[in-house]
Every structure is written in structure tokens, then in C-alpha cells.
């Protein structure tokens, strides 16, 4: 009794609970992680998840990325890349095993330069750097387009592409510079500087193409922001692709995703500028033309009202009167003919109704008709009568005798009378009997006659 009473207090887990209480005690227990490893057992279902282990030295933890976090990635993750992942400490409660919950994943090395851009970019916009009020407006039309880039990279190719298309006939300066590297920064500044003391162009655009944090170092550089803000020129930041932020897209008076969205903000649209000068072309001629059309409007009347006073107008008025006439009596003698030739063709068409040509062809086809009816009855008479005959002589196989014998039985007649055989007492012992089969005939002596011993 008392042994039932300890074992009905104890508090007894099932495994199932006792994971779901140890992945909440180990996600109350930990903050987002911060974690370096190297990538190793990497594994990509279908489902769009990725799982994989992140290991050093002497250690390695369980890993799991979902599908929403890992669209984000700008890499692909692969087995021995060396990984800086931002995750939540969980537990997979079906197998009872320790996780990592990856939200955020970056090649290694990555981290301290987000951290100094973030730092870089809270210190300038505190400083007014990035306040909108500071940014200079662009020219609509400028006389020339500085591009401080790299002369051998794809943004200079793009850029001139755009410019070719958009607007031709602006110049373009380039002011050549390394855009990746160690000296690339001050190239930048020193371009920046020679081109505000020249001042041979209205707008700059700094270009560079797409690549990781490291290559685009450069672009966020202190004294690089510094010299874009007090640049007296507006300056234009397209560097790398869409999702690709630097301190100099913040600092410069207008930023654009791409190199070519950079050359198109500057560029006029040639198409558009020919269709407003067009337009003005067009208003132009309109008003030129409308009073071009009310003068001649006044002298159409002045030359009206001579015409219509000369004395040879009256006999202009007299023959088209004539000529006038002449068409309605053209158009009566036309109608008239018509109407005639109806009348014929209507009186042709009732004379051919009554010719006995017609009437002979309707009562051949009537003959024809009646003919074909007969034919088809005395067929379907003639068939009627053969299926009668075929019953009858199947009624008459049924009946037959031989039919009896071909279904398996047999006749038998009383010797020598052939009196036919029904009943056993008609016979005695040796008696001859005849048995007729449907194949041959069978003699036999009767020894013993058994009457039915339940006649019906």
C-alpha cells in the first residue's frame, strides 16, 4: 500500500515532453547567436530548406535553414566554406537533438565590415551628411557628363551604352581611377577633387559594378563620403546592383540602383525631347495654319459673291437644270425597262408551271415513287413469309423423332408386330425387342420386366 502511494506520487515524463520542456528551457535560455564555423554535412530537400553542420577543431552543432531565410542568402552555401551565421539555440523535439535555427548567414570576414559600415553610417547621418536638404538638383540638360570609374570594367561599358542611346551628343569625360583595392579610395577622392577644379562637366557619376562588401570597401569610405558632400558638382553614386548599399549612395545628391539606372538619370530622353519639340513644331504649323484657312476663308467668299453675281452663272444654273433633267428621265426609262423585264420573267415562270412537259416529269416522279414503295413491300412480305417458314420448320425439327434420337434417347419396338414400347408390363421374358438409336439399331431378349414402382 504504501509502495502504490510513493509510485502514484511521482511526476513521470514522457519523452515527448520531456523534449518540448528542454527546447523551451533552451530557447528561453539564449539570445540570437552570433556563431563561426565551417559548413559540412550540407543537405538540400525539395522542400527548399537547407540542413547542415557547423563545425570547428572540436566541435560541431546541427543546423537548419528554412526556406524564407534562405532566399535571402547572397551566396550558396557549400561543404568547407567558412560560415558567420546569426541563430536561435532550439532542440528538433522528433529526434531529441541539440540545433541551431539559422536566420542569418554570411561568408566569414563579412561581419566586422557590416559592423564598421553601420558604425561609418550612424556617425555621418548624426553629422547632416545624408539630410535631404543638402542634396543639389541635376541638370535637366547638362553640357557634359563626368564618369569616375574604372576605363576597363563592365559600368563604363554600360554607362556609355545607356548615354549613346539616350542622348548622343553630350560629351562624356571619364576621369579613369581603380575602383577595388587598397588605393582605390584615394583615386577616388583625388578624381572627386580634379574634376570640381576644372569644372569642365555639369554632373559626376561615380560607377562601379556588383560584387561582395570587401570589393566595395572603397565607396564606403569616410573621406570618400566627405568629399562627395562638399563636392560643388552634383555627384551621382551608381555602384553595384539593386539590393547594394555604400556610404556614398547615402552621401551623393541622387543614388540609382545600377550604373546604367545612374547614366540614365543624367541623360535627357532624346525620344522624349524630339517628341515635345515636335509637339511645339506641331502648335506652331496649327496656328500658322488656321490663319492661313481664315484668309482664305475671306476670299473664297469675296470670289463667291463675283461668281455668283456674273450673268453667265444664270446659264451655268439653266444647263445643270437640263442636265438634271435628263438623268431623272434616264432613271425613269431605266426603271420602267426593269420593271418590264420582272413582268416577263414572272409571266415565263407561270407558263412553265402549266407546260405538260412539267406535269409529265411530276407524274414520273410520282410513278417512280410508287414503283420503289412496291418493290420495298414485296420484299419486306417475301421476308416475313421466309421467317414464318424458318419457325415452322423449326417447330417441326423439335417435334421430329430424329431430334428425340439426337438428344441421347431412344425408341424401342416389340418384336416381330414392331407394336412401340411404353409400358414394362406390355413385355415378358424373352420377349425380342428392337432399339432404335440414332445411329443404328440394337436387338435384344428381354429376361425380367420391372414395373414402376410410382406410376404418375
Not at 126 to 152: V, W, Y
Not at 188 to 202: F, H, M, T, V
Not at 224 to 238: N, Q
Not at 414 to 436: C, I, S, Y
Request: hydrophobic share 40%; charged share 25%; proline share 5%.
Amino acid at each position: 500500500m504504501q509502495l502504490n502511494s510513493i509510485l502514484s506520487q511521482r511526476d513521470i515524463y514522457t519523452v515527448s515532453r520531456l523534449n518540448r520542456e528542454v527546447r523551451a528551457v533552451l530557447e528561453g535560455s539564449f539570445p540570437l547567436l552570433w556563431v563561426e564555423g565551417e559548413i559540412s554535412n550540407l543537405a538540400r530537400p525539395s522542400s527548399g530548406h537547407i540542413y547542415f553542420s557547423l563545425k570547428d577543431e572540436y566541435a560541431q552543432v546541427r543546423c537548419a535553414m528554412f526556406r524564407m531565410k534562405r532566399q535571402r542568402l547572397r551566396f550558396e552555401p557549400e561543404n568547407g566554406l567558412q560560415v558567420l551565421v546569426r541563430a536561435r539555440v532550439g532542440l528538433y523535439e522528433g529526434r531529441g537533438e541539440f540545433q541551431l535555427v539559422v536566420e542569418h548567414m554570411e561568408p566569414s570576414g563579412e561581419g566586422a565590415l557590416l559592423q564598421a559600415f553601420e558604425r561609418l553610417k550612424q556617425k555621418l547621418a548624426g553629422e547632416g551628411l545624408f539630410d535631404a536638404a543638402h542634396k543639389r538638383p541635376l541638370p535637366g540638360l547638362p553640357r557634359r557628363i563626368g564618369i569616375i570609374t574604372s576605363p576597363s570594367g563592365a559600368a563604363i561599358r554600360d554607362v556609355l551604352s545607356v548615354l549613346e542611346r539616350r542622348f548622343p551628343a553630350i560629351p562624356v569625360l571619364v576621369y579613369p581611377v581603380q575602383v577595388q583595392g587598397e588605393q582605390a579610395a584615394a583615386q577616388l577622392i583625388r578624381a572627386l577633387a580634379l574634376a570640381n577644379e576644372r569644372a569642365d562637366c555639369d554632373v559626376l557619376i561615380l560607377a562601379r559594378g556588383g560584387g561582395s562588401l570587401e570589393d566595395l570597401m572603397p565607396f564606403n569610405d569616410e573621406s570618400l563620403a566627405r568629399a562627395v558632400f562638399d563636392s560643388a558638382l552634383p555627384v551621382v553614386s551608381g555602384v553595384g546592383h539593386e539590393i547594394d548599399f555604400t556610404i556614398a549612395d547615402f552621401v551623393a545628391d541622387r543614388r540609382a540602383a545600377t550604373p546604367s539606372a545612374a547614366a540614365e538619370l543624367v541623360s535627357p530622353d532624346r525620344e522624349a525631347l524630339q517628341k515635345g519639340l515636335a509637339a511645339l513644331a506641331q502648335r506652331a504649323t496649327r496656328s500658322l495654319t488656321h490663319g492661313l484657312h481664315g484668309w482664305r476663308n475671306h476670299l473664297d467668299n469675296l470670289q463667291f459673291r463675283l461668281i455668283r453675281l456674273h450673268p453667265g452663272q444664270v446659264l451655268v444654273q439653266q444647263q445643270q437644270r437640263l442636265d438634271e433633267i435628263e438623268q431623272r428621265l434616264l432613271l425613269a426609262n431605266s426603271a420602267k425597262r426593269r420593271e418590264l423585264q420582272a413582268r416577263i420573267q414572272t409571266l415565263d415562270a407561270h407558263l412553265r408551271a402549266l407546260s405538260p412537259v412539267h406535269r409529265l416529269e411530276t407524274q414520273k416522279l410520282l410513278v417512280d415513287s410508287q414503283r420503289h414503295r412496291l418493290i420495298r413491300g414485296l420484299e419486306m412480305r417475301l421476308t416475313n413469309c421466309r421467317q414464318r417458314l424458318a419457325r415452322a420448320a423449326q417447330g417441326l425439327d423439335t417435334l421430329s423423332p430424329l431430334s428425340t434420337l439426337h438428344r441421347g434417347y431412344s425408341i424401342t419396338l416389340l418384336l416381330p408386330d414392331e407394336k412401340l414400347l411404353r409400358d414394362a408390363q406390355d413385355v415378358k421374358p424373352g420377349d425380342r425387342l428392337e432399339t432404335r438409336l440414332e445411329s443404328g439399331v440394337v436387338l435384344s431378349r428381354v429376361e425380367e420386366s420391372i414395373p414402376n414402382p410410382n406410376p404418375t
